[in-house]
């Protein structure tokens, strides 16, 4: 039987790992059907579809997008994972943001989500500085 600690982790890498080869439907099942989503850089907090909405829209903007030297950690009901999000624009263009995204679990899915992403490289305009 796994413990709190490997079934945390396990869900925080199926998240990202979904989310880097664009698998919604992997995702969708991370998440509860109540999830919410809290990001810094807007400030707003999204539904679980408007989160996954926004991932899907987020495809067609970037050629590639990964998580990379990721840091989680785990607590009895949820996760903290640290890691550098490497972005490709379909220009080209290359983008490093540090990031850290904090978890709620309740029964194996993620109830809610904190995204903190360094706000610093983002431009007032809202796209990022390279």
């Not at 990202?16 to 919604?24: F, T």
């Not at 707003?44 to 495809?59: P, V």
């Not at 903290?80 to 972005?87: E, L, M």
Request: net charge neutral.
């Amino acid at each position: 039987m796994s413990t709190v600690d490997t079934c945390h982790r396990r869900l925080c890498h199926t998240l990202l790992d979904a989310i880097e080869r664009g698998d919604l439907t992997t995702v969708e099942q991370c998440y509860a059907p109540d999830m919410t989503m809290w990001a810094n850089v807007s400030g707003q907090t999204s539904t679980r579809d408007e989160n996954l909405a926004t991932l899907a829209a987020g495809y067609g903007l970037h050629r590639r997008r990964t998580y990379d030297d990721r840091i989680v950690n785990t607590f009895d009901d949820g996760f903290v994972a640290q890691y550098t999000t490497h972005v490709v624009t379909h220009r080209g263009v290359r983008v490093a943001l540090s990031a850290c995204l904090v978890a709620e679990v309740r029964d194996g899915k993620i109830t809610q989500l904190f995204d903190y992403l360094d706000s610093g490289k983002f431009r007032t305009d809202g796209r990022t500085r390279r």
